[in-house]
């Protein structure tokens, strides 16, 4: 697939656990020519865990993608107006983030974006990662889904004897759901 045609706004939320299959699906995307503007939001530029230093992450996705990135509510307001990006990928999609989506709340740079993204009729996808997607968070999936505009990473359970409620996206399958957005399909089967 060649990207180079495509500007996509990447939107990482604190799904900290899946930030390193996150970083390879940005390498991956810039490595078929993608230029990607990189949208952070505030758990992701400031939240230190196990998994990592968040300064780290943060400049490691902007070294990869060429970008400062956004980084603020105010910075990405104007994507709506200037009418920039032609995809924009929110991965991972925290359960928190896809509730908020869901019921319009706009309080972080990555919800600006998508919000203002979406108001030009372009394609938002989502790489779902939750602890909670076959519970509190099922219903939300549901009616994303059933949106205008929104699209699906293909997503299964990750730990079924641990976390039976818990699923994350196959990343692997992000430039292919970019790729059918873009034809305004979702790709299937969504669950695997």
């Known amino acids: 697939m060649d990207f180079s045609n495509y500007h996509i706004g990447y939107g990482i939320t604190g799904s900290f656990c899946t930030f390193a299959e996150s970083r390879k699906?940005?390498?991956?995307?810039?490595g078929m020519g993608a230029q990607i503007?990189?949208?952070f939001s505030y758990q992701t530029q400031n939240t230190d865990t196990r998994f990592g230093s968040a300064k780290e992450f943060v400049?490691?996705?902007?070294?990869i993608t060429e970008s400062e990135g956004i980084r603020t509510i105010t910075?990405?307001?104007?994507?709506?107006?200037?009418?920039?990006?032609d995809v924009m990928v929110i991965a991972p999609c925290t359960g928190n983030t896809a509730a908020?989506?869901?019921?319009?709340?706009?309080?972080?740079?990555v919800l600006m974006a998508a919000k203002a993204h979406m108001r030009?009729?372009?394609?938002?996808?989502?790489?779902?990662?939750?602890n909670d997607a076959?519970?509190?968070?099922f219903k939300t999936i549901g009616q994303l889904m059933n949106m205008k505009n929104i699209y699906l990473v293909p997503f299964g359970q990750d730990n079924p004897k641990s976390k039976p409620n818990s699923m994350i996206a196959k990343l692997e399958f992000l430039p292919d759901t970019i790729e059918m957005a873009m034809h305004g399909k979702q790709i299937q089967p969504v669950i695997r």
């Open 134 to 137: 076959l519970g509190m968070n």
């Open 59 to 63: 400049e490691g996705i902007c070294e």
């Open 75 to 85: 910075e990405a307001e104007p994507i709506g107006p200037n009418n920039y990006l």
């Open 25 to 30: 699906a940005v390498v991956r995307l810039k």
């Open 37 to 39: 503007t990189p949208i």
């Open 120 to 130: 030009n009729g372009k394609p938002l996808v989502l790489a779902i990662s939750t």
């Open 100 to 109: 908020k989506l869901c019921n319009g709340i706009v309080d972080t740079p």
